[in-house]
C-alpha cells in the first residue's frame, strides 16, 4: 500500500463512510424536493450541497434539527389519527340495526333476496286482486 493509502485509511472510518453516504442522500433528497417545488437547477443543486455540508460537518446538530422541525407535523398527524379513531370508537358503540354490519354479498344471498321480492310481489298483487274483486262485488249489489 502507498503511503498516500495508508494516511487516507485512518480516515476512512466506518462511521465517516456512513456520516459521507448520510450527506450524499441529504443533498441528494434536498435537490429533488427543490426541483419538486418549482426552483432551478442550478440553485437546487446550491441547496443540495449546502444540505450535504451541513450534514457532513454537524450530523449531531443536523438530527437535532430536523427531529425538531418534525414535531409539528407528527403531532398534528397524530391528533388526526386520534380523532378519527374516537369517531370511529364513536360509530361502534352506537346501537343502531345494521349500523356496524359486514354484509358479504353471495350468489345464495342475492337469489334468497329475489325469492323474497318475488313473494312480496305476488302478496301485494293478491291483496290487491281481492280488493277489486269484493269492490266490484260492492258496486253489483
Known amino acids: 500500500m502507498s503511503t498516500t493509502l495508508k494516511a487516507m485509511s485512518k480516515y476512512l472510518t466506518p462511521g465517516a463512510v456512513l456520516q459521507a453516504g448520510f450527506a450524499g442522500w441529504q443533498a441528494t433528497d434536498t435537490y429533488k424536493e427543490k426541483r419538486q417545488d418549482g426552483h432551478s437547477k442550478l440553485t437546487s443543486a446550491i441547496l443540495g450541497a449546502g444540505d450535504a455540508a451541513l450534514w457532513g460537518f454537524f450530523p449531531g446538530q443536523m438530527m437535532a434539527l430536523e427531529a425538531i422541525s418534525s414535531i ?15 369517531r370511529q370508537l364513536g360509530r361502534e358503540q352506537r346501537q343502531v340495526a345494521f349500523q ?22 305476488r302478496s301485494r298483487d293478491n291483496t290487491q286482486a281481492a280488493m277489486l274483486g269484493h269492490e266490484a262485488a260492492y258496486m253489483k249489489k
Not at 407535523?73 to 386520534?82: L, S
Not at 356496524?100 to 312480496?120: C, E, H, K, P, S
Open 72 to 86: 409539528p407535523t407528527a403531532a398534528y398527524e397524530f391528533g388526526k389519527w386520534q380523532s378519527s379513531y374516537r
Open 100 to 121: 356496524n354490519v359486514a354484509f358479504q354479498d353471495t350468489q345464495a344471498t342475492y337469489t334468497m333476496r329475489q325469492a323474497g321480492l318475488a313473494i312480496a310481489a
